[in-house]
């Protein structure tokens, strides 16, 4: 499932491509993906202006100007794709991906079209004014490259939850947005096994387990995201951070920690696999 990064890096794309053009258009293939497309969908979105495409989490928000907001989950399998504008193929209806779902149609000319194989995805249409009530969005912690995210926060957070501090990264009503990936790489980054029981963290390790997060996702999305199965940019390009994995799939290869010759293990944690250092994780 897409994390922060490659969410964010999504949105990125369509902000470049979308934000500030009007929808003349959008072709509804499939009416259910996770859930049923709202009745309203068409009628609250065509002949408005997307004003701002904004993340929260792993869900994408894209506000309109007549006060509604589109909120997307790509879910597993779920990305966009740009047709119709300078640099890429015209969208051909009649050779249309089986898998597009949504098309929209910009006032400009551009296409964009939600493509998503396993149908897991999730496109809802809310007024602005519910946004911080929305249920998938009013439970999310805080944003870890926000300024709500920092020692003080985490050590707090820690203190109170008995479960492994790896369980623990992966809570999003704690930090919104951490997937498997990304706690693994962060983890060991910190030098913290995933096995530690999050009470256990010290102030000091909570404040390199900070740092830690923040460098590693801002350095994914610098790439361009993880590029693991389905993952796709919106101009079709391959995130390539999994070039950069010191852990996460790197089972039974030599630690990169330059001060440790001991091998990443990997190990199952509610039903995840978790790569670690034993030796230089503790």
Not at 37 to 46: C, D, G, H, M, T
Not at 150 to 159: N, S
Request: glycine residues 8%; charged residues 25%.
């Amino acid at each position: 499932m897409p994390e922060l990064p490659e969410v964010e890096t999504v949105r990125k794309g369509l902000q470049q491509y979308m934000e500030g053009q009007s929808i003349g258009k959008i072709e509804v293939f499939t009416s259910k993906l996770r859930w049923e497309l709202p009745e309203s969908f068409e009628k609250n979105l065509i002949n408005q202006t997307i004003t701002t495409i904004a993340r929260r989490g792993k869900y994408l928000i894209l506000e309109v100007s007549n006060g509604h907001c589109l909120i997307v989950h790509l879910g597993m399998t779920g990305s966009f794709a740009i047709f119709s504008t300078n640099g890429f193929p015209k969208y051909d209806n009649c050779r249309r991906d089986k898998h597009d779902h949504v098309v929209f149609h910009l006032g400009n000319g551009t296409v964009i079209a939600y493509n998503d194989p396993r149908k897991f995805g999730i496109m809802n249409l809310i007024p602005e004014s519910e946004l911080s009530i929305y249920p998938p969005l009013k439970t999310l912690g805080v944003e870890p490259l926000g300024n709500g995210f920092d020692e003080k926060y985490l050590k707090y957070h820690l203190d109170r939850r008995s479960s492994p501090v790896k369980n623990f990264l992966l809570d999003q009503k704690i930090i919104a947005g951490i997937g498997n990936i990304y706690a693994s790489e962060a983890l060991w980054r910190a030098g913290i096994s995933p096995r530690r029981k999050a009470y256990r963290i010290s102030q000091k390790k909570a404040g390199l387990l900070v740092k830690a997060i923040r460098d590693v996702l801002n350095e994914a999305i610098k790439s361009g995201g993880s590029t693991l199965r389905n993952y796709r940019s919106v101009a079709g390009n391959l995130g390539y951070f999994q070039h950069q994995f010191c852990v996460y799939d790197q089972e039974g290869r030599p630690c990169n920690n330059e001060n440790c010759d001991g091998q990443i293990n990997r190990i199952v944690q509610t039903g995840r696999s978790t790569f670690y250092c034993p030796s230089c994780q503790k």
